[in-house]
C-alpha cells in the first residue's frame, strides 16, 4: 500500500488545479440541481426533493467555499478541518435524503440498491470523518511539537 505523508503532497500548483476543478463542478451542479434542467427533470425525484435541497444546497455551497479556500491556503490541518466541516454537512445530506427518500422507482428493488448505497455513502463519510479528524489532531500535534 502506498502512503503519502504531507512532504509528498503534490505539487500546490497540481493541488490548486484540483480545487478549481471540484469548485467548476460544484458550482455546476448548483446550477443543474436549481435552475436548468432542474431537479424536476430528473423522473424518480418525487416532490418531496424539495425537502432535501436546502441541506444540500448548503454542502454543494460549502464545497465551493472550502476548495476556494484551499486555492488560497492549504496546509495538512487546514484542509484536514475544512474536509472535516464539509463532510460533516454532507453527512446531514445523506441523513436527510435517508429520512425523506426522495424517490419512486419502479420497483423494489432499486429502492433497496438505493437504501443500501446510501448506507455505504453514510458509513464511508463518517470514515472519512475520523480520518480528517485524526489528521488534523495530528498536524497540530506535529506543529506544536515544531515538525511541520
Known amino acids: ?28 451542479l448548483l446550477y443543474l440541481v436549481n435552475v ?3 431537479w424536476r427533470a430528473v423522473p424518480f425525484l418525487t416532490e418531496d426533493t424539495t425537502r432535501v435541497l436546502v441541506v444540500l444546497n448548503l454542502s454543494l455551497a460549502a464545497g465551493i467555499v472550502a ?5 488560497l491556503y ?6 484536514a478541518l475544512g474536509d472535516l466541516v464539509t463532510n460533516s454537512i454532507s453527512l446531514v445530506v445523506l441523513f436527510r435524503v435517508w429520512a425523506v427518500f426522495p424517490f419512486a422507482f ?3 428493488e432499486w429502492t433497496l440498491i438505493a437504501r443500501t448505497v446510501l448506507v455505504f455513502a453514510i458509513a464511508g463519510t463518517g470514515i472519512a470523518m475520523l480520518v480528517q479528524a485524526v ?6 500535534g506535529r506543529s506544536v511539537s515544531g515538525h511541520a
Open 1 to 28: 500500500m502506498i502512503t503519502k505523508s504531507a512532504r509528498n503532497r503534490p505539487s500546490r500548483a497540481a493541488r490548486s488545479f484540483g480545487y478549481t476543478v471540484a469548485a467548476v463542478l460544484n458550482t455546476v
Open 36 to 38: 436548468r434542467p432542474g
Open 67 to 71: 476548495n476556494l479556500l484551499y486555492v
Open 74 to 79: 492549504d496546509p495538512p490541518r487546514w484542509k
Open 106 to 108: 419502479d420497483g423494489h
Open 135 to 140: 489528521s488534523a489532531a495530528g498536524a497540530v
